[in-house]
């Protein structure tokens, strides 16, 4: 359950058209061309959570979980990251955790899964002192890891079965049976039998999902049931993986935020490297029309997004002890 810098280091233009012109005009910058701003950064110090894992935001409350903590979920205040209420611990009873996941959050609401039975999902209420009360909860058909486990209120739940099969499946939350499917081909370069050069995080919205790359420039839109909508690859260049040494991978997409008006995407384009200063933040309509994008510093592993105040809010894998809080113009 790492990020993909975390996982990998371990283990390891577009075209402008015209119409007639009478005079030649000056080619503009794109969206993608353009030299990106960089968003002023404000660092706040916390220091209740040893390594934030997962993060969340609704009701002007910001969640973060810890899987290495002996107390693993905490509730901040929001715009002032004033630590409001912590609960949850690891364990073997049937409340405890293994490693709790936030699946989503919407206006008081947040779902949770990672509890000792891998099947159950939470749907909880918090209130303005931070606290979480169970109001309904969901059973999984199986007793498993969920990869990049989503959930849409108490109807459907997206995931992405990777291992074995590199394949993105919708469920119907209530019965636990699976609706549809989206399967990506293995890698047939130097006939391995593997899924690396399709390797990616899926990011679930009520307006829809996306299919972030790793290794390639790419972000695939989908309808909620896997009818291809858009994908937005700005060029073209041949994939550079070394499974033998990862830092030497060029790897694009690291982190994403699923927001309900945008998709909020960490584009590091670059080898995989610790050291790295600074990354791009790209955000998307739904329809995989490029809205926006800047520069961020430092490179933010981990993030959400509060769409009514312009706000980011992320975390930097080499310096866990800040949030870093940026306004989106």
Known sequence: MKTIRQILTCIMAGSVCYACHVEPKEKQPTVETAKKEYLKRESIFIDEVIRPARMAIGNNQLYISC???????????????????????????????????????????????????????????????????????????????????????????????????????????????????????????????FFTQNKGDLCVSSKGLAYLYYYKDRIDFFDLDFQPVQTHAPQKVKQQIDTQDWQNSTIYYIASYAGDQYLYAIKLADRLNANAKDCTLEIFGWDGTLINSYSLNPVIDLFVVDESNQRLYGVNREWPDYIYKFRIK
């Open 67 to 193: 899987f290495s903590c002996d107390t693993m979920v905490y509730t901040y205040s929001l715009p002032d990251l004033n630590l409001l209420n912590s609960h949850g611990i690891k364990g073997s009873g049937p409340e405890d955790f293994m490693f709790p996941v936030f699946t989503q959050a919407f206006d008081n609401m947040v779902s949770m899964w990672g509890y000792t039975d891998l099947r159950k999902v939470k749907l909880c209420q918090v209130d303005t002192s931070g606290v979480f009360t169970t109001v309904a909860e969901f059973m999984l058909p199986e007793n498993k890891a969920y990869n990049q486990l989503f959930t849409l209120g108490d109807s459907v739940a997206f995931y992405n079965d990777f291992p074995p099969n590199l394949t993105l499946k919708k469920l119907d939350l209530k019965q636990g049976k699976e609706l549809k499917e989206h399967t990506f081909e293995m890698d047939q370069s130097k006939g391995n039998s």
